[in-house]
């Protein structure tokens, strides 16, 4: 049996397609009208409201509770101010990633980390020797993510707290009427959005004050589905998708280090040690063998293809999430791992990890179509991410 | 008087600015002239009353060419258009008829009804959409002129035969009625569920004076189906910020490659010397100089009021004096306090996220064209109507909402001419209308902008009011378009051109006349 989010007497209501999906042994929507457009669309254009309590949560409290994270993510943790949030992957020994997630630091001596994966075993294991506390809040604490361009004037009329002051990855608590909550300007999306941190008791609470408040301002409960079409489009990267944890992997071929997901950013080229420097570092100073990155399917190309067999282009309302190969003068040269049209950008999209020295931005690829039962190639360029990068995200 | 500019285009229309931004892109030094102090023509989107957003005219969109999307870069200049899902019609007796984005929830919903319908109503579905696929390439296409031996003509004559021939007898038969017959009769031969045939014979009558059974109604029916959005065919949508974003978007590309864009600035009239444009003199007596002149204004402006018709070949000014205009539509604008209810299905339901139709019968729709026929209004009109702030909150101030409803039979000949109390008039016989299926419209109402076709000329400009630059009628089309012989964007007078909607292939906010009309400049200057 899978588990419900603390949310789940509100959103089970408005699933009307039952179109239900795992995401980490939860029962989550995979959208609540039988087809994502609207949701994606408030995404965009207003508000939507994402139910996002399946990440896993830790609170990590102690005199050692910054060494033992510094020790286990890439990013210098030391740098991590009280009220800021930190978006980071973390390593094995040999610079593989294993998961990425977000390190928030809610006071002097205390941080919550999210991540994709269960993670408690790999903290315990950091933690040896160290004055830390390790507390497992997955269950305990729901979160919803509301985003979009009207995500903001919704919040500012629920708590007193002084959102237009809150920057881009940071975070406060407050009050949103009466329920303490935590709000961090984060998001899985690439537009303005925040993600608020709740009691599970009173979960049910926070999505009634929301919806009630966030009404006349087009809020849009969503689902994976449109979310999936926002973090393509915001190039971002899902583990068990677009990489595998170094902890899953069956074969170290299905490893990645952070400089070939797109993630080198984040390796802090300075700090103490921490999981898998000396292998990032080599891999640095020798640069990447793999990158991933933006492809943008050239449309022409797109619609000859279908054409042939007398029809219009097929354009799926869903991302895909599925590994097509990626061609340079017919030969395989990397594979893309998701990918959707995009309805803002009027491009059909994908993300791909390609091979040295042919992930350029405005390299030349061909990608696999499959075009009425036949296997085609479309042109496609490299683009570097993110795809779409509004102003309003961070200003 | 110098040539400042390589291209002038009168009128910052939708038109007008793709145009423009073709010409720019190809590296032509281009300034827009718009009489009015904002840029759009029928795409504008003005705050008419305080704190409420309209799409004065031109409400959603659908018809605007990918490939003007795609080469202007326009999402990166702001286009985002947002999906309108469904269409209700109230009965008139209490029930209703809707059509859903999803397809199985449609099905049932026109099962209740009539389930031979809900099995017709997908295999029609089918044949339109070869129908739209049947004439995209046309508009793509300068149109050729059948009568003359230019192998430019017949190459493109040939182009069409052979696209034609390549249809197949079924879906050729099946185009030739379309161009022919009424769309009361060609939704006849599929449906028998009245209020079905009603709502899609709507779409058949839009823009022209022409009732669902007059002959020649079933092609707008189809130019109302070509409409595609993201390779969907027949898919609507709201533009966020209404239809002005997209013209603002459109603006922003031209400039991005060059133009300049004036607004409040009116030209009077074109230059011309010895057969030859060169510029063009404002209202203020200012003379701008460019060897290109390009009108986006309808053919009767273009042809009898920018330049002296006595210039122009008889059987031209003859042709356009000819041309159908006889706008026959309305626009009201409401600023609502709150939601509208409907009777058939009350509360703040999905079916206010898309449009509500007001034709219940095709007989409703037929009488409301008699009215208009002997010159009135229609007592009880067809209306489209939709709320953009449901889907665009910031169209109106927080829980508060526009309403669009346009409103067909409003001829432009009324009997006794329009007067502020026919205007009002014919505002109030619409929220009558509306209040017969929404009883509490009334009293939601903080402010009202009720536009007649006379309102759209004075305004836009657009002769007549007709909201298509020119009835989409048979026998003005393709290459008849405006005038025969005259239809490919060219003029007499040498380095003036036309490229409005009464071009090739027209109305809506389909940017393809603008497009053609730059394409061929461009050509012809190569």
């Known amino acids: 049996m899978l588990k419900t989010s603390p949310f789940h007497p509100r959103t089970a209501a408005l699933v009307r397609a039952q179109t239900w999906r795992r995401w980490a042994g939860y029962q989550m929507a995979s959208s609540y009208d039988p087809l994502p457009d609207r949701e994606y669309a408030a995404i965009r254009s207003a508000a939507a409201l994402l139910d996002v309590s399946p990440l896993y949560k830790y609170r990590i409290t102690g005199r050692d509770a910054m060494r033992l994270l510094d020790r286990m993510v890439t990013r210098d943790m ?147 589905w449109a979310l999936d079409i926002a973090r393509v489009e915001a190039g971002l990267i899902m583990m068990d998708v677009d990489y595998f944890s170094a ?47 933006g492809l943008e399917i050239e449309w022409d190309s797109f619609e000859r293809l279908y054409r042939a067999h007398g029809l219009p282009p097929q354009i799926s309302n869903v991302a895909w999430r599925s590994s097509v190969p990626v061609y340079l003068g017919g030969r395989q040269v990397g594979y893309a791992t998701s990918g959707c049209w995009s309805p803002l950008l009027k491009k059909p999209l994908a993300l791909a990890h390609v091979q040295a020295p042919h992930f350029g931005a405005g390299t030349p690829l061909e990608i696999e179509v499959t075009v009425e039962h036949h296997r085609e190639r479309a042109h496609a360029v490299v683009r570097k991410l993110p795809f779409f990068d509004p102003e309003r995200k961070k200003a | ?199 899609k014979s709507a779409s058949g009558i839009i823009g022209t004076f022409l009732g669902p059974r007059s002959p020649g109604s079933a092609y707008v029916l189809l130019h109302h189906y070509m409409g595609e959005i993201d390779g969907a065919f027949r898919a609507w949508g709201f533009h966020k910020g209404g239809t002005g974003a997209i013209s603002e978007a459109i603006a922003r590309a031209a400039r991005a490659h060059g133009a ?11 230059l011309v010397r010895n057969g030859r444009a060169t510029g063009v003199a404002l209202a203020s007596g200012e003379e701008i100089g460019a060897s290109i002149v390009v009108s986006g204004l309808d053919p009767r402006l273009t042809f009898t009021r920018l330049v002296d018709p006595k210039d122009l070949p008889e059987a031209l000014v003859d042709g356009v004096r000819r041309y159908k205009f006889r706008g026959s539509s309305g626009k009201v604008n409401l600023a609502l306090a709150g939601l509208p209810d409907f009777t058939c299905l009350p509360g703040a339901g999905p ?55 346009f409103v067909q039979y409003a001829p432009y000949h009324l009997n006794g001419g329009w007067t502020p109390t026919r205007r009002e008039a014919f505002g109030d016989a619409v929220v009558k209308t509306l ?28 002769s007549e009011g007709n909201i298509f630059q020119g009835e989409l009628a048979l026998q003005q089309l393709f290459f008849l378009r405006p005038v025969p012989e005259w239809a490919k964007y060219r003029t007499p007078i040498h380095g003036y051109w036309q490229c409005g909607a009464g071009t090739h292939p027209g109305g809506g906010i389909m940017g393809a006349s603008g497009r053609l009309a730059a394409l061929q400049i461009l050509r012809s200057a190569a």
Not at chain 2, 367 to 374: G, M, Q, S
Not at chain 2, 379 to 392: A, C, E, G, K
Request: aromatic share 8%.
């Open chain 2, 1 to 199: 008087m110098s040539a400042r500019y390589d291209a002038i285009v009168v009128g910052g229309g939708h038109n007008g600015l793709v145009a423009a931004a073709y010409l720019a892109r190809a590296g032509r030094k281009t300034l827009v002239l718009e009489r009015r102090p904002v840029l759009g023509g029928a795409a504008v989107t003005e705050e008419v009353f305080p704190g409420f957003k309209f799409s004065v005219f031109s409400y959603v969109v659908s018809l605007l060419r990918p490939e003007i999307i795609r080469d202007l870069e326009l999402p990166r200049h702001g286009l985002q258009i947002l999906p309108l899902e469904s269409t209700v019609t109230p009965l008139d007796n209490g029930d209703y008829l809707a059509s859903w984005a999803d397809p199985d929830e449609t099905r049932r919903e026109l099962c209740r009804h009539s389930p031979r319908d809900a099995d017709a109503a997908v295999v029609f579905g089918r044949l339109m959409h070869h129908m739209a696929m049947a004439v995209k390439p046309i508009l793509g296409m300068v149109p050729p002129d059948p009568a003359s031996l230019s192998p430019s003509d017949l190459a493109g004559l040939l182009k069409l035969g052979r696209h034609f021939r390549s249809l197949g007898p079924e879906r050729f038969h099946a185009l030739h009625k379309l161009m022919t017959m009424s769309s009361a009769d060609y939704l006849d031969e599929w449906f028998e569920f009245d209020p079905l045939k009603a709502t």
């Open chain 2, 435 to 462: 209040a017969r299926y929404a009883p509490n419209i009334e009293s939601l109402i903080l402010h009202r902008q009720v536009l007649t076709p006379d309102d759209i000329e004075r305004i836009t400009g657009l």
């Open chain 1, 247 to 293: 902890h899953h992997a069956l074969i170290e071929q299905r490893k990645s280090s952070p400089f070939e997901i797109n993630l080198g950013w984040a390796v802090a080229p300075s700090k103490g040690p921490f999981n898998g420097r000396r292998a990032l570092a080599a891999e640095r100073a020798r640069g990447p063998r793999w990158s991933f990155v």
């Open chain 2, 351 to 405: 079916h206010l996220r898309g449009a509500v139709s007001i034709s219940p019968s095709l007989e409703y729709l037929e009488r409301a064209y008699d009215d208009a026929k002997y010159g009135e209004f229609s007592r009880h009109p067809y209306m489209d109507i939709v709320l953009p702030s449901m889907i665009d909150p910031e169209m109106a101030p927080p829980g508060k909402h526009v309403m669009s409803v």
């Open chain 2, 260 to 270: 300049e864009t004036r607004t409040g600035a009116a030209v009077e009239r074109v």
């Open chain 1, 78 to 224: 030391t740098k991590l101010k009280v009220g800021q949030v930190y978006y980071t992957p973390w390593c094995d020994g040999a610079g593989k990633v294993i998961d990425d997630g977000t390190v928030s630091r809610l006071g002097e001596t205390t941080y919550r980390l999210t991540s994709a994966d269960s993670s408690l075993r790999w903290l315990h294991m950091n933690a040896a020797g160290m004055e830390v506390a390790i507390e497992d809040l997955s269950e305990r604490l729901g979160a919803l993510s509301l985003q979009g361009p009207l995500s903001r004037a919704i919040l500012s009329r629920l708590s007193a707290a002084d959102l237009s002051a809150l920057k881009y990855f940071r975070l406060l608590e407050t009050t949103v009427r009466d329920i303490p909550v935590g709000i961090s300007r984060t998001g899985y999306t690439g537009d303005l959005g925040y993600e608020i941190w709740v009691d599970a008791s009173r979960a049910v609470a926070l999505w009634d004050a929301l919806i009630d408040a966030g009404t006349p301002f087009g809020i849009t409960p969503a689902g994976v």
